[in-house]
Every structure is written in structure tokens, then in C-alpha cells.
């Protein structure tokens, strides 16, 4: 047992030395940085009078260090966001500006269009103009003529014919009269010049009536004339005879 016992220790003898010799290694190794931390400490022996002033020193940059790393890396990774989000915000407002773009050049072209149409709608308006002006003064040559023909129907046989008093009887009768009233109220929208035109255009409808009334009368008294003339020729011819 003792001997069992024995080599079990030599071994442990054996293991802790070879331990020993290796932290006898990586001392020599370290005090390489132990004469480093010294020689700093001999260059600066104000601010670090002792090597652990050192140390803590060191402890506490390399906790600064640490900590402005994870700055930078939460910066960095907020600025990737807002990289992101400026690109796309970008990107939006670009496709904002072409749709705007496009809809400026379509309503650019609708304007174009319209004022082709405005132009087209105000030379056909100046025609329209042109041909109510011709013929309003055409309507009025006419009605002048008819108004001629009425006071030379008038003047010379006014007295004998009266066709201007049926004209303005037949004028005056209820159904007339109410019509007109009605046609009025219905109208009140309708422009002024239109209703003139178009009670001057009854008017000399009127007037036409009359006058031809006047000159059925005029061939009929020529007519007449002519056969007395014609009875009295052939009466003398015979008395001749």
C-alpha cells in the first residue's frame, strides 16, 4: 500500500512540477509586460504612481473603448436605417415628381386642346355673328319694304278699303290676345333682340296679309275698269253702226 501510496505522490510530484514550470514560463513571459507597465510608470510617476494606477487606467479606457464601439456600431446601424429610409424616401418623391411631371404634360395637353377648341368656337361665334348681323339687316331691308308697300297700299285707297282696321280686329280678338300673353310668360328667359325680331317678323307677316288683301282689291277694281272699258268700246262700235 505504502508503495502504491508512494508512487501515487512521485506522480503528483512530477505533475506539479511540470505545472511549476509552466507558470514559471508564462511569468518569464509576462514580466515582459511588467517591465513595460514600469518603464511607464517611471516616464509618468505623477499620474501613475503605482503599476495598478496603470492597469486601472488601462481598465478604464479599454471600458471607454468598448463603450464607444457599441456606439459606433448602434450609429452605424442607425444610420443604415436612415440611409434606407432616405432611399426610399427619395425613391418615392422621384416617382411623386415623374406622376406629377406626366399629369402636368397630359393637362398641358388638354389646355392646348381647349384653347384649339376655344379658338375653333369663337371663329364659328364670329361667323354667327357676321350671319345674324347680314341677316338682321336683310330682315330689316324687308320689313321696310313691306312697310313701304303698307303705306302705299294705304295711301292711295285708305279711305275706300279697310283692310287695316280687320287687320287690327283680328289682332285684338281674345284668343289673340291670350296667346300673346301666354307666349310672353313662357318666353321670359328668351333675349330681347330674338323677341323683337320675331314680333317684327309677325308684324310684317301681318302686313303682307294686308297688303295682298289690298292688292286682290286693286286687280279686282282694275279688272273692272278694264271690262267697262271693254263694254263701253264695244257699245260705241255698235251705236256706230
Known sequence: MKEVEIAKLKTQLDENGSQTKKLKETVEQNMKYTRYLETVQESVPEDYPEISDLLNRY?????????????????????????????????????????????????????????????????????????????????????????????????????????????LSDKEQPGSGGHAKNSGTENQTANNADSEIAANSQKAMADLDVIAAYMVDFKAIVDARAEEKRAAKKGASAAVQ
Do not use: C, P, Y
Not at 446601424?77 to 415628381?97: L, V
Open 59 to 167: 481598465k478604464t479606457l479599454k471600458d471607454a473603448n468598448e463603450d464607444l464601439s457599441e456606439r459606433q456600431q448602434s450609429h452605424e446601424k442607425e444610420h443604415e436605417i436612415n440611409r434606407i429610409k432616405f432611399a426610399t424616401f427619395t425613391k418615392e418623391r422621384t416617382n411623386e415628381i415623374l406622376n406629377f411631371n406626366n399629369e402636368i404634360a397630359s393637362l398641358q395637353k388638354s389646355l392646348e386642346v381647349g384653347e384649339v377648341n376655344a379658338h375653333r368656337l369663337q371663329t364659328d361665334v364670329d361667323a354667327t355673328i357676321r350671319s345674324t348681323s347680314d341677316k338682321t339687316l336683310e330682315l330689316g331691308q324687308i320689313l321696310m319694304a313691306v312697310e313701304n308697300l303698307l303705306v302705299r297700299s294705304i295711301a292711295k285707297h285708305g279711305q275706300i278699303l279697310k283692310h287695316t282696321e280687320t287687320r
